[in-house]
Structure formats: C-alpha cells, structure tokens
C-alpha cells in the first residue's frame, strides 16, 4: 500500500500541471481582463461593461483603437489616455510578460504554496481562502455529517423493506427533495421561517450575530446554530436523495448474492447478515462516491446558498473573483479545490482497503 501511496503523490503533480495549464489558457480567452476592467473605470463605465468592449483577457484583447497620441492602443475604451500609462497597468497587473512567462511563474509560486495576491484587494489569495474557509467548512461539515447519518440508515431500511409501503412513501418524498434545487429550499425557508411572510423566527444573514463578541461560549453556539439552521436544512433537503437511492440499490445488490444465502443457510440472523455481510461489501460504492460528494457539498454546492443568505465563504468567493476577472483569486482557488479533490480520492482508496483488505491496489497498478 505504501508504494502504491507513493505513486499517487508523485501521479498529483503532472494533474495539477494539466489542470492548471487548461484553466490559464481558458481564462487567456476570457473577454474583459483587469486591464480593460480598470480602463473602464478610468473612462466611467460600469465595469461590468468591460466584457461588452470584447476581446480577451491578458493584454490580448482584440480591435486596435487610437490613443489621444496618435499611438495604436490594443484596448477597446482607451481612447484619451497615455500609452505610457496604459503600460504602467500592464506592469501592475503582471501582463507586460509574455502568457508562457506568467503560466510558468505561476506554476513556480503555486509549487511553493504562493498563490500570489488579489488584484483587487489587500490580501494574498492563500490568506482570503483561510479567511473564508470557516464559512463552508461550517456549512459543508454540518451537512454532510447530517446527510450521512441520515442516508445510510434510511437506504439500509428501504433495501431490507423493499417495496413495502414505507419504501414507495419515503421514495415519492426523497424524489420530491431531489427535484427541487437546495436554492428554492432556501428562498421556501426564508419566506416561511426568516420574516419573508409568516414566521420570523431565524436570522436572514450571516454566521453569528453582530455582538457575538460579547456572548459566552455556550451562547456563542446557540447563535451559530440558530444562523445556520435554515442554511443546513436547505443543504440537506436536496443532498441527501442520492446517497439514500445509492444505499438502497447498492444493498439490494449484495443481499441477492449467493454468500448471503449462504450466510443464511447457516443459521447467521438478519441483523448478523446484513451488517456483518452485506454491510462491508456494500459500502463500497458509497465510499467511492465520497470525494466528489465531499467536494460538492463544501465547495461549490453550497454558492447559492452562500449567495442567498449572505455567508462570505469560499463558493461566493470563487463567483464574486470570476464576475471581477480578479485571476490570481480564480486561479489560486481552482488548484486549491484540484488539490483538495486529488487528496480525497487517495483518502478513498486508502478507506477502501480498510473497508475491504482484500481490495489490492498495489496489485492492480503493477
């Protein structure tokens, strides 16, 4: 198992290049960079009408106009300001480089962990993700921890009560949950429970109140888990339909096999059957979902309800750098989340062997 660890570490390396390489030659083509972006202020346009100038981010934006000088300004919306200081914002922003230049620079500082500075605010990126990873920590850990504990019992007992009353009625209620968005949960929950018509029972917005500092320990979390109560229950009502219907099938699976009539004809009862079985074999596929769950749930499932209840973490982050062309935030994020998911995956394999020892990775990759 070590070895094949070891080849796992060192395979991380060529897929982060890969990975970033795409992601800086996309965000080439991107219309409307930092530069454009600033000149538009300069000039008093809305700077969310910098894409509409066209072109493509980088100092490559296409359509030559004439500066005041007489001089050829490849930026649209440039007209009337000195070329000289035109250049002093490709300095500013990095783009008087050469793209091969700036990718391999990058790829020397995120090799370091530097995942540089934002453009638009007096942080570096590594510090504004540690800033806003408390946000959807809370909110993808609190759910997931719920979603599971509430999946995995629920499919166990659908798979052993398979086409009883309980499994169509529990059916028709995760199938309701599954087709309505978690951001229509929330928008229902805060009309409901956060003064939108009827109840005002929970905050609209934010993770604690604003005299947080003033509270005790034992009131400090009563009023975290008073603002996230309404976040979490959005999260969980949506998220919690597949895992259940994976439980399920991958249990009824395993209980039609033959080493479970066998176990059965031994006079092993239920109970012992199924978790001391069923249970190990069955879980498997579960566990193999749990990267890209874990991904899903902390990072980019849980933007709108960000978005929708005013919680600054990493998903609104991510949208907010994108909308603002502020790359070093876009980038730096992007290979943190690829670097987060290529971890969970070995943390997968590694949770498959100890699930299953007769799992032999090693054996498969030789």
């Known amino acids: 198992m070590a070895s094949y660890i070891l080849k796992r570490l060192l395979l991380m390396i060529p897929t982060l290049f890969g990975i970033m390489l795409v992601s800086f030659v996309i965000i080439q083509f991107v219309p409307g960079g930092p530069v454009e972006r600033m000149i538009a202020q300069l000039q008093g346009h809305n700077t969310e009408a910098t894409a509409r100038f066209g072109g493509s981010s980088g100092g490559d934006i296409g359509g030559s ?5 007489g001089q050829t300004s490849k930026y649209r919306g440039a007209q009337g300001l000195d070329p000289e200081f035109i250049k002093e914002l490709e300095a500013l922003y990095g ?14 500082n995120y ?3 530097d995942l540089g500075q934002s453009y638009y605010r007096d942080i570096g990126v590594l510090e504004l993700v540690v800033e806003k990873m408390p946000v959807s920590i809370s909110l993808g850990l609190w759910s997931m921890l719920i ?9 166990i007992k659908k798979a052993v009560r398979d086409g009883t009353s309980f499994d169509i009625w529990t059916s028709a209620a995760i199938f309701v949950g599954y087709a309505i968005p978690s951001f229509m949960f929330a928008i229902l929950l805060i009309v409901v429970f956060a003064g939108g ?8 917005r934010g993770l604690v109140s604003d005299n947080w500092q003033d509270m005790g320990p034992i009131q400090l979390a ?7 109560t309404l976040p979490i229950i959005a999260m ?20 039609g096999k033959q080493y479970v009539m066998t176990a059965r004809a031994k006079g092993l009862g239920e109970r012992q059957v199924l978790y001391g079985h069923v249970f190990r074999n069955a879980m498997l596929i579960v566990i193999a ?3 890209a769950a874990f991904v899903h749930i902390f990072f980019t499932g849980s933007l709108l309800i960000e978005v929708i209840f005013s919680l600054d973490g990493l998903g609104l982050l991510g949208y907010e750098s994108v909308i603002n062309r502020d790359y070093p935030v876009v980038l730096g994020t992007l290979y943190f989340y690829a670097l987060i998911n290529l971890v969970m995956t070995l943390v997968r394999d590694i949770v498959y062997v100890m699930v299953d020892p007769r799992i032999d990775f090693e054996s498969r990759t030789a």
């Open 197 to 204: 018509r009827y109840f005002d029972l929970f905050p609209l």
């Open 95 to 108: 783009f008087d480089k050469p793209a091969y230049e700036r990718f391999f620079m990058m790829v020397k």
């Open 289 to 291: 979902g749990f990267p």
């Open 222 to 228: 009563l009023d975290y888990m008073w603002h996230m």
């Open 111 to 113: 090799a370091r962990f």
């Open 65 to 69: 106009v004439q500066s005041a000088t």
């Open 236 to 255: 969980v009502i949506s998220g919690f339909a597949g895992l259940t219907m994976l439980t399920k099938n991958s249990f009824l699976d395993e209980i």
């Open 147 to 155: 979603i599971y504990l509430i999946s995995i019992p629920l499919g």
